[in-house]
């Protein structure tokens, strides 16, 4: 029988392997249906930017379902573990999310991670119960930390937020596919479909993507471009690669050659 290739995340099983953010976008119709698109069964809310409390304006309840689609708090915009702390403590207060992303920025030119905020705020966040997805470099030492505090998925940036600049080391994040068992997510950096692609290649579990679809000049293509690269690049890591080889070699044997 044919073991069923799982993406879990803290001990929930998900469809897609594809998360899609909900900003930037021209309105809130147009990033329902890039989602819808995109096929995704996770979708990224900002606490601090995106209205899921104020009945008084449009809520996002109001066109993406959180009862089919997994709502994903984050604290995009912190700069401090304090900040960050109290966003997820308010996201649980108001949806009870427990499953979270944390990201505190360093700086606000290239929103790089603070490596030692991070860390700090898993570790407490971790000890209230919240299972957590962390942003965080694509640096062994710093994710192997993460994993070691409580983090229930690494997720390290391919270049920085936005840049659209694709895959920048490789290296890294074969060595952090290499060393956990965690679910492994790039985050951050993506410009396009080949991208998703081979980050999935790579061995990584997922591909979280937000600008290069919002930002798209036909987002609903590009978000459906998206879902099969993730599904491409899954399929053809799970196949597994030929060797590659410098040299070239022929597709038919020379046995029988007339």
């Given amino acids: 029988m044919k073991k ?3 993406f879990i995340i803290g001990k929930k099983t998900f469809s897609s392997r594809l998360i899609v953010g909900t900003g930037k976008y ?10 819808k698109i995109s096929g995704a069964d996770i979708v990224t809310v900002a606490v601090r930017r995106v209205n899921i409390s104020d009945k008084s304006k449009p809520l996002l309840m109001d066109y993406i379902d959180p009862k089919k689609i997994t709502y994903l708090p ?3 915009g912190c700069f401090t573990s304090d900040e960050a702390l109290r966003t997820l403590r308010l996201a649980r207060e108001i949806g009870g999310w427990e499953l979270v992303k944390l990201e505190v920025l360093g700086d606000k ?6 490596a030692i905020e991070t860390l700090k705020s898993t570790e407490i966040l971790t000890k209230e119960g919240f299972k957590v997805m962390v942003y965080c470099n694509d640096d062994p030492l710093m994710a192997k930390r993460l994993e ?5 998925a690494i997720m390290p940036l391919a270049a920085p937020i936005g840049s659209g600049l694709g895959i920048q080391n490789k290296i890294n994040l074969k060595i952090i596919r290499h060393q956990t068992k965690l679910p492994l997510i ?3 950096g993506i410009g396009q479909a080949s991208d998703a692609a081979l980050a999935m290649e790579l061995g990584c579990d997922g591909v979280l993507v937000n600008t290069a ?3 798209a000049r036909k987002p609903f293509e590009m978000a459906e471009a998206m879902k099969f690269a993730v599904i491409a690049g899954r399929k053809s890591f799970i196949s597994g ?5 410098l040299f070239g070699s022929a597709s038919t044997s020379n046995k029988g050659l007339i």
């Fill in 74 to 76: 984050n604290t995009a």
């Fill in 186 to 188: 790039v985050d951050a």
């Fill in 148 to 152: 070691n505090v409580g983090a229930c």
């Fill in 26 to 35: 021209k309105n809130m119709l147009e990033c329902a249906k890039a989602i």
């Fill in 241 to 245: 690669r030929i060797k590659p080889n």
């Fill in 109 to 114: 030119k290239t929103l790089f991670p603070d």
């Fill in 4 to 6: 069923k290739d799982l």
């Fill in 213 to 215: 679809i919002a930002k």
